[in-house]
């Protein structure tokens, strides 16, 4: 996981600094607030930037407009969905 989490970080200061102006520390260090449709997307779609904020220092929160329950409809029982999503979210 390690790996992955350096691999994000550095590609993500590499586009970073391809801004007019690159994040500094204290960017970094500043907290955040990540709202997102439902579980698992602030993972996909914020996930390295949380990562890297949180590993600064950061107070990171998350958000989650619905509880995700209906993204698997007739493939996943909805309540058991929803609380796996919870509990991922949770982690």
Known sequence: MHDVRHTIGAMLDRAMCNRSHPFG????????????????????GC??????KLGAGADVRFIFVTDGSA??????DSEALR???EDEAIE
Request: hydrophobic fraction near 45%; charge should be negative.
């Open 71 to 76: 993204s698997h409809a007739n493939r996943v």
């Open 25 to 44: 520390v204290a960017d970094w260090q500043a907290s955040a607030v990540i709202i997102a449709p439902h579980p698992d997307d602030e993972t996909l």
């Open 47 to 52: 996930g390295g930037v949380a990562s890297k």
């Open 83 to 85: 609380i796996a999503r």
